[in-house]
């Protein structure tokens, strides 16, 4: 059952490297042969690259674990990027800060309440600007995935 409290929960912001190399291993990843990705010393990062936050939090860092969702029954929901600008560049230092913001319940359709919870990491460069956000909602489905299929 997840945690309503940890609603407002912030972790501790950290930085994030945005580099050349993993802009292309990124890249190369996801398939792409878009040369603003792959060529020259000043890449811009692809839309989704900022997902890589998810290797740059620890600890205290990433407030996720405060929600409590049985991992057993949960699922990846939905992902957001909002930039207020273009994609951060090879050579920039981003500050990052995620935060629990909503926990909210639904009826399920085959029925069993489902859990909904959204977290938000604000991306912002070195003079404090926002430069990103980024909002993942996971989901705690009422019953683990093997319950649903006996049925």
């Known amino acids: 059952?997840?945690?309503?409290?940890?609603?407002?929960?912030?972790?501790?912001?950290?930085?994030?490297?945005?580099t050349r190399g993993k802009i292309r291993e990124f890249a190369r990843a996801t398939r792409s042969?878009?040369?603003?990705?792959?060529?020259?010393?000043?890449?811009?990062?692809?839309?989704?690259?900022?997902?890589?936050?998810?290797?740059?939090?620890?600890?205290?860092?990433?407030?996720?674990?405060k929600v409590e969702l049985d991992q057993q029954r949960g699922l990846h929901?939905?992902?957001?990027?909002?930039?207020?600008?273009?994609?951060?560049?090879?050579?920039?230092?981003?500050?990052?800060t995620s935060r629990i913001d909503n926990l909210w319940t639904k009826q399920g359709r085959r029925g069993g309440e489902m859990t909904f919870v959204t977290m938000v990491t604000d991306f912002r460069d070195a003079e404090g600007n926002l430069v990103a956000e980024v909002k993942m909602t996971g989901v705690e489905t009422a019953r683990p995935p093997a319950e649903e299929e006996q049925k």
């Open 77 to 96: 929901a939905e992902q957001e990027f909002t930039f207020h600008g273009e994609p951060p560049r090879a050579g920039t230092t981003l500050e990052a």
């Open 33 to 65: 042969e878009n040369p603003d990705y792959l060529e020259g010393d000043n890449n811009v990062s692809p839309p989704t690259f900022l997902m890589n936050y998810m290797f740059w939090a620890f600890g205290d860092s990433n407030p996720w674990p």
């Open 1 to 18: 059952m997840a945690n309503p409290d940890a609603v407002g929960t912030v972790g501790t912001p950290y930085e994030m490297d945005v």
